[in-house]
């Protein structure tokens, strides 16, 4: 089999487990490469260490670094003159928006900048985004400073490529092994470059396309996700008014395979659907011939963006039955991270409703038996603020609990546990529809939930 040098920058929720999956190629030597900054650093030893660095429930994936660095084909390292020396270019680096839902491309110019200029003359490197980039950015961002920086020519002196992954934290080699992949060349031979190389690691169809189309089937992919789960907050917020459960309704509309509602809650978060849907619009904006306002999509990021706020007024409106002030009230938010038994902090709809929470004078404390406190604290300024990974702590003398993330533990504990911890009358605000109203129906509880009259 064909030697690769393969470089896959940023070693972050993509970039580490796809390193791995193409170290474990016969043939192919990866070094992962991440710049060492504060927040991450630290991971360069650990996964030259064969550790990996992801927490909460990740199948597979340790076992997998731990082979790959044993073997000796995968290693990490900040040194960027590594880029001379590949074949193949994989950019991973986080691709944010900012307050305005502006693209924030600081990275990955920065990334294609160095690229260009350490690249190999020789070899026509294969570069291939895999960030998540508004629909034109690759041919009218990416590869005009590669050129400028290289100067070498498109297509024949390296090849270009999107190719976007499909991937959730506690799934991330399922999903990059068993989701069909979508390629889009700059050029003919480098959408075929890139086939083969996903190919090896992908056991789905791998299809071939043109750049601009694989950019938009990202976003709109992941804006599909959010319209759909904007419908099903409202429609929650109505079962409220109506006095009724939306799971009840939920569960009914599913019982039709051409009906299914996604599952209502408080808050979406993770790095994609919370940005893609205004990268689509910007690259709508940018780079379309016929711009217009995407109405649909802004009202359900809208919408979605209230379920923090929801929650807020849940509490509220617990607390206020319990007789209660929040100003005077010790909160207990379950979950930092945005997804159930993750570390993944991006986006999290955590974040608005503990900042709501310390603006309204509570009381706050924060569990999470994933998510590293300085990370959380660092990355959102929370200076100071209670953060805990157990949880009797968080529960002792709480006065509320509010669910944002369904992590397992979680599930375990029973009404007598919280009556032994909480105050009284506990208020239980669930999020996730972690719990059963009918579980809390006696005297001692004040139980409110999303979509649950």
């Known amino acids: ?41 630290w991971k360069i ?51 944010p928006t900012n307050a305005d839902h502006k693209p924030r491309y600081e990275s990955l110019k920065q990334v294609c900048h160095d690229i ?65 992949r979508v390629v889009g060349g700059v050029t003919a031979e480098a959408t075929r470059a890139a086939v083969e190389l996903y190919e090896k690691i992908v056991k789905e169809p791998v299809h071939a396309t043109d750049c601009m189309t694989a950019e938009v089937t990202k976003v709109v992919e992941n804006t599909f996700r959010d319209v759909n789960i904007a419908f099903a907050n409202e429609m929650a917020l109505a079962c409220e008014g109506f006095g009724v459960s939306i799971h009840d309704v939920r569960k009914f509309m599913n019982e039709r395979n051409d009906r299914m509602l ?23 904006d940018e780079y379309g011939k016929a711009g217009r306002r995407l109405d649909l999509v802004s009202i359900s990021r809208a ?60 009381s706050v404390v924060v569990h999470d038996p994933h998510v590293r406190q300085e990370e959380f604290i660092d990355e959102f300024g929370f200076v100071g603020l209670d953060f805990t990974d157990d949880l009797a702590y968080a529960l002792s003398g709480a006065d509320a609990i509010a669910i944002v993330t369904e992590h397992k533990g979680y599930y375990k504990m029973t009404p007598e546990e919280y009556l ?7 208020v239980i605000v669930d999020g996730r529809n972690v719990y059963e109203k009918t579980d809390f129906q006696m005297p001692d509880f004040i139980y409110l939930g999303v979509g649950k009259g």
Request: with cysteine; charged share 25%; aromatic share 4%.
């Open 420 to 426: 032994g911890f909480m105050r009284k009358p506990p």
């Open 303 to 362: 919408i979605n963006d209230s379920m923090p706020d929801h929650m807020f007024e849940l509490i509220s409106r617990g607390l206020s039955k319990a007789s209660k002030q929040i100003s005077e009230s010790k909160v207990a938010v379950l979950g930092a991270a945005y997804l159930k038994d993750s570390d993944d902090i991006r986006n999290t709809p955590s974040v608005p409703l503990i900042r709501k929470l310390i603006e309204s004078g509570a």
């Open 116 to 180: 260009g200029g350490k690249i190999s003359k020789e070899r026509k490197t294969l570069i291939v985004i895999e960030s998540t980039v508004a629909p034109g950015t690759t041919e009218n961002i990416v590869k005009p400073i590669l050129e400028e920086e290289s100067g070498l020519t498109c297509g024949e002196g390296f090849l270009l490529a999107f190719s976007f992954e499909r991937v959730m934290p506690g799934k991330l080699l399922e999903h990059l092994q068993h989701m069909p």
């Open 45 to 95: 030893d650990k996964l030259n260490a064969g550790i990996s660095p992801i927490e909460g429930d990740e199948p597979g994936l340790s076992e997998l670094i731990k082979k790959v660095v044993e073997k000796g084909s995968f290693k990490v390292t900040d040194d960027i003159s590594v880029y001379g020396e590949a074949d193949v270019i994989l950019i991973d680096v986080q691709t």
């Open 262 to 284: 996604h599952i209502p809650g408080a808050g979406v978060g993770g790095h994609c659907l919370v940005k893609d849907p205004y990268l689509l619009q910007y690259g709508l």
């Open 1 to 41: 089999m064909a030697e690769k040098n393969i470089v896959v920058i940023g070693m972050g929720y993509v970039g580490i487990p796809v390193a791995a999956l193409l170290a474990d190629v016969p043939g192919y030597t990866v070094t992962g490469v991440q710049r060492k900054s504060k927040r991450s650093g």
